[in-house]
């Protein structure tokens, strides 16, 4: 039982409250200097309170990021990636939990302690698979000596190559497996009653019908937690979409916003910098509050 005590629900009030302002601060500077002129923006010391050119300051983002292109593909892909992440680690967990094979333990804590690998050190090999996804499959030809042989009998050489440099399947397919997906089915799937899966073997279902028309649609608040927490993750991307696109664009908004950074000796035009966080920051934004009782649920239900 937990004690009431009064100085506890002081410091703990005080505590949130210390840590709301703390989160809550760099928010309120950007929309003030969102606000502000160039004049204002740059004014010592720090203005506190709004200015009247919010709407021109976004306006003037809009126009010269041009956001609308950016944000189409940053909808593209966020969409793409939480699907994607979505089926795959429900698929993975399916395989982990209800079916009997010997090293199943030891596959899922191979994908679970890939979450000690951030994408920065992922990244030089992904990279070189997305330049060419069908690389291994011709090295494999290669070692086995079937490339040759089939260049001598026909005079045609294989040549695999699928690059996935600027394009929709580069900047979504490499970032699609998921270790926080798995483990969330896999802790939810473990609390469904073995009497459900024998009634549904009795009703004639196969692995996919059980899948499909029982797992499914019990995994509603694991499928909004998890796509609430995917989709977050995808809209900020930076790295990635920064190395596989070449070409304007296929750029998303965090590498189109990272451009309006003032540098050197241009103009510290920050108002519109930080108009255009405001806009970038508002879709992820939306999701959260709107999934947020989801996404709590989704949370609580996964424990076992």
């Keep these: 039982m937990v004690e ?43 203005n ?17 990021g041009d956001f609308g292109t950016r944000f189409t593909t940053s909808f593209i892909v966020a969409a793409g990636v939480t699907a994607g992440k979505i089926l795959l680690a429900m698929l993975a967990a399916f395989a982990i939990v209800f079916f009997q094979w ?4 030891i596959v899922f804590w191979l994908i679970f302690l890939t979450l000690m690998l951030p994408l920065e050190v992922r990244i030089v090999p992904t990279y070189a698979v997305a330049a060419n ?4 499959f011709q090295a494999i030809l290669d070692v086995l000596g079937l490339t040759g042989l089939v260049e001598t009998l026909s005079g045609v050489r294989i040549a695999l190559e699928w690059r996935l440099l600027n394009s929709y399947a580069g900047l979504i397919l490499p970032l699609i497996a998921t270790a926080t997906g798995t483990f969330l089915y896999r802790q939810f799937f473990l609390t469904i009653p073995e009497e459900l899966v024998e009634a549904a073997k009795m009703d004639g279902a196969g692995p996919l019908r059980f899948l499909r028309d029982v797992l499914a649609p019990l995994s509603t608040t694991t499928i909004a937690a998890l796509a609430t927490i995917q989709f977050v993750y995808s809209w900020n991307q930076y790295l990635w979409p920064l190395l596989v696109t070449t070409e304007p664009d296929r750029t998303t908004v965090m590498v189109q916003l990272s451009r309006m950074v003032p540098r050197g000796d241009s103009l510290p035009e920050w108002n519109v910098a930080m108009a255009g966080v405001m806009l970038v920051m508002l879709p992820p934004l939306l999701v959260v509050i709107l999934m947020q009782r989801w996404f709590v649920r989704g949370l609580v239900q996964t424990e076992k």
């Design 48 to 64: 506190w309170l709004p200015g009247p050119h919010l709407l021109d300051n976004l306006g003037e983002a809009w126009r010269r």
């Design 4 to 46: 009431r005590r009064p100085w506890l629900d002081l410091f703990t009030h005080a505590l949130l409250l210390f840590s709301a302002l703390a989160l809550l601060l760099p928010v309120w500077l950007g929309f003030v200097a969102a606000t502000q002129n160039l004049a204002g923006v740059n004014s010592i010391p720090i």
């Design 133 to 136: 996804a069908l690389a291994p």
């Design 102 to 105: 010997r090293a199943k333990q």
